[in-house]
């Protein structure tokens, strides 16, 4: 099935390490994103990508690392630099920009609990 | 600064009636809107669009309504079934060529039966 695999799921830190979240798809799509929910609270970009080998930072990109090496895959490692990591993670991709009839679309998410 | 606002934070209707969930926006620049349902633990998944060519957009249960004037878009859902209940997220996208994806906070919609 087509779609975004997010992995893993649940997933605990201890303080002052880092972590990678995977995300993988095979929809085919040049964009790739990643997104954070806090409770209550709307989602926020941190990074996104249009291509292969580049990217570029969202709203809060500060404490946070990706790479696009391949057009399937978009890792985020959240470093120790973050201070408030514990969240939930969205990744998802689109075929290109935001126009009329467009959308993104997402994977399951990552729950990232710092301990 | 908040560019994308939806007030109300939850929202419960009986089954079989309507829900109306509101969405403000600040930037005059927005030009593409979107619906997004969430579950809990689940990411969003798309609803309903619309360009602000246009001031409705239809699809099934759904419906958007768009007021530029007003700064302020709709989603109507007619009727509603208990399948609805989850967050909503309204979300905007301006100029040609951005991939940035604005969202407000969601609205908790829960349908009682």
């Known amino acids: 099935d087509g779609g975004i695999t997010q992995s893993p799921k649940y997933l605990f830190r201890k303080e002052g390490q880092n972590v990678t979240l995977s995300c993988e798809q095979n929809?085919?799509?040049?964009?790739m994103y990643w997104y954070r929910q806090d409770p209550g609270q709307g989602l926020r970009l941190i990074y996104y990508?249009?291509?292969?080998?580049?990217?570029q930072k969202g709203d809060i990109a500060e404490g946070y690392s990706v790479s696009r090496e391949k057009k399937e895959s978009f890792p985020l490692t959240v470093t120790s630099a973050q201070k408030n990591p514990t969240a939930f993670y969205l990744c998802?991709?689109?075929?290109?920009?935001?126009?009329?009839?467009?959308?993104?679309?997402f994977g399951e998410g990552s729950w990232l609990t710092v301990v | 600064d908040q560019q994308v606002k939806q007030n109300s934070p939850s929202l419960s209707v009986q089954e079989g009636r309507i829900s109306i969930l509101n969405c403000d926006y600040t930037?005059?620049?927005?030009?593409?809107f979107l619906w997004y349902k969430k579950y809990p633990a689940e990411g969003p998944t798309f609803l309903i669009s619309i360009s602000s060519i246009k001031d409705k957009n239809e699809d099934g249960r759904f419906t958007v309504f768009l007021n530029k004037s007003a700064k302020h878009l709709s989603l109507h859902i007619v009727p509603s079934q208990p399948g609805d209940s989850a967050v909503y997220f309204c979300a905007a996208s301006y100029g040609a060529g951005s991939y940035q994806l604005t969202f407000g906070k969601g609205t908790k919609l829960s349908v009682i039966p």
């Open positions: 990508s249009q291509i292969v080998n580049d990217f």
């Open positions: 930037n005059s620049m927005f030009d593409y």
């Open positions: 998802a991709s689109s075929t290109r920009q935001l126009t009329a009839g467009n959308t993104i679309y």
């Open positions: 929809l085919n799509h040049d964009a």
